[in-house]
């Protein structure tokens, strides 16, 4: 069963309090042992507790919001642990914070479902504050006991019930029940919870939330006109910034996605995950020297943390092999090997690992060592883990082994199969010839494999054109196995699916598709994001089994 306050009473809780000044923090602790919390824990620095928390389980956590000898911030703790889901739905979060601030820690404070309280308060408020949360969560139990059960259809339903019947606590139900939407992939549905909770109460989320569905949606412009909308009002929601990146991203519109998630850092300066999206996409756009110094401050914060990408490291390692830094070298090699070690699911990290390997093998001038981490590498190029972060740490590693040492046998055929499978957009390709030293001149190559995918889609269309719908699918389907290319088996299902009662043998066709699609079909590229279970900015940190479990996981 789903742990909640009525299984575990006040006197067996385990609560933390994260304050900086220890008169502060003295008091606070003896407030949480009158209310008859007999296992209160301590600390003084946001890192400490980030440590903390990602280890132990706490019931309940008393943070202060600002640190006068710590650049972090307990709302940039709030929202790295719930991005990456780190903060149990059972755990009870209270922000303190002066009043001065408190719009800004409103919002965050709502995004974890929990509480805030403003400063000067008494010991009966904060019990109030405690309480009421608790409370908060065992009516919404059912819910959470469904997620945990994986019936989210049933989840949905009682979210939707109690949003209609405007029963206690139905905003943050409504919340939830959108999340759980989006995540069916049920856009339309989620849109319109979301509009409705916009006319019932105006709330940020929500407004969010439409943008989030549009972009799922497809819709890139509309939610960039919702995103602006709503930062028009609101320019210090780093929420939407994030979102706003991601849908800029996905266009190939770089530049502006670059501003845009340097407003997010601005505003959250010392959040991992947004050091990691902004430096990664800084490094790749050009601006290195930038990217690598937000990149070593993610690194110096939470190399060790849930939070943490490795890939990074992989970035790091290349820099410090082109500026000949052995030393920076090496100790890219240690931290990764370390965390493939401690890894549940070592494959990406293997990947990664092997790169770095490759990278040190090249500085020690180890060509031959070189080439058969590179071989190693090539010979998954036609798996479905093999990804586009995978292609990029290829190339990058390709093009200095070829400044270096020559490339190993197949080295152009590798080029032209990534070319294929992976130019499913223009942005694509354009951002696979990021990760590509000029001098290679492989760059074209990219793109006229792009090029040619495109032509050999618009061939296979064109006989539909002249009514064999039949013959578009077969021809996608085929060219589809033959590179892997995600967009055209996507394709292929477009035009089955629009043609299907005119099509005899659709049902093999779909068969076939839909294997291909679970292995290949389009997947977006991610910046920063260590698990595929990071929460979407703007959206909720819903439990998973191993989250409520409280057992620790290492992203793969």
Request: aromatic share 6%.
């Amino acid at each position: 069963m789903l742990p909640h306050a009525t299984h575990n009473p006040l006197h067996e809780c385990q609560a933390l309090v994260v304050e900086g000044n220890p008169q502060c923090r003295a008091i606070l602790v003896a407030q949480m042992r009158e209310l008859g919390i007999a296992g209160v824990h301590q600390c003084a620095r946001v890192s400490d507790a980030r440590r903390k928390l990602e280890h132990n389980r706490f019931d309940i956590v008393i943070c202060e919001q600002f640190f006068e000898r710590d650049s972090q911030t307990g709302q940039e703790l709030l929202d790295d642990l719930r991005r990456n889901q780190i903060l149990p739905f059972s755990t009870v979060f209270v922000m303190l914070t002066a009043e001065a601030s408190y719009s800004r820690v409103a919002e965050a404070a709502e995004s974890a479902l929990d509480a805030y309280l403003l400063k000067p308060h008494t010991g009966a408020r904060l019990t109030e504050r405690i309480l009421q949360a608790r409370r908060r969560k065992v009516a919404l139990q059912a819910i959470f006991q469904a997620i945990d059960d994986q019936d989210h259809q049933r989840a949905a339903d009682l979210c939707m019930a109690r949003f209609q019947a405007r029963a206690p606590y139905w905003l943050y139900a409504a919340r939830i029940g959108a999340e759980l939407l989006l995540r069916a992939g049920r856009i339309p549905d989620a849109l319109g919870l979301y509009e409705a909770v916009i006319q019932a109460k105006t709330v940020p989320w929500a407004r969010l939330g439409v943008a989030r569905a549009q972009l799922e949606d497809g819709q890139h412009a509309k939610a960039l006109t919702t995103l602006q909308s709503l930062l028009q009002e609101d320019n210090a929601y780093a929420d939407a910034y994030d979102l706003m990146g991601r849908a800029q991203f996905e266009q190939g519109h770089f530049d502006a996605a670059l501003n845009t998630f340097e407003m997010a850092t601005r505003l959250t300066p010392n959040s991992i995950t947004r050091l990691l999206k902004h430096g990664m996409l800084a490094y790749y756009s050009g601006d290195r020297a930038n990217g690598l110094d937000l990149l070593e401050k993610a690194t110096r914060l939470g190399v060790d943390s849930k939070m943490y990408d490795p890939q990074a490291l992989v970035l790091l390692a290349m820099a410090a092999l082109d500026n000949n830094d052995h030393r920076k070298l090496m100790r890219c090699v240690a931290q990764l090997t370390r965390l493939y070690e401690r890894s549940f699911e070592p494959e990406r990290p293997r990947r990664l690992l092997l790169v770095v390997q490759a990278l040190n093998a090249l500085q020690h001038r180890q060509h031959a060592q070189a080439r058969d981490c590179t071989e190693t590498l090539m010979a998954d190029l036609r798996s479905p883990e093999f990804d586009v972060e995978s292609a990029c740490n290829l190339l990058g590693l390709m093009g200095r082994l070829l400044h270096r040492g020559g490339l190993p046998h197949h080295g152009d055929a590798a080029i032209d199969t990534i070319a294929l499978r992976f130019g499913t957009s223009r942005a694509l390709s354009e951002w696979l010839s990021k990760a590509i030293p000029e001098e290679t001149g492989w760059r074209e190559r990219l793109g006229a494999g792009y090029a040619e995918i495109v032509q050999r889609s618009a061939s296979a269309m064109r006989l539909s054109l002249k009514g064999d719908p039949s013959g578009t699918v077969t021809q996608l389907l085929r060219e589809g196995q033959a590179t892997l290319n995600g967009k055209l088996i996507e394709t292929a299902q477009q035009v089955l699916l629009r043609y299907r009662d005119r099509i005899p043998d659709a049902d093999t066709l779909e068969v076939e598709i839909q294997a291909l699609r679970g292995a290949y079909g389009v997947r977006h590229l991610k910046l920063g994001d260590p698990s595929a279970n990071a929460r979407a900015p703007g959206g909720v940190a819903l439990p998973t089994p191993s989250v409520m479990r409280g057992e620790t996981v290492i992203p793969a």
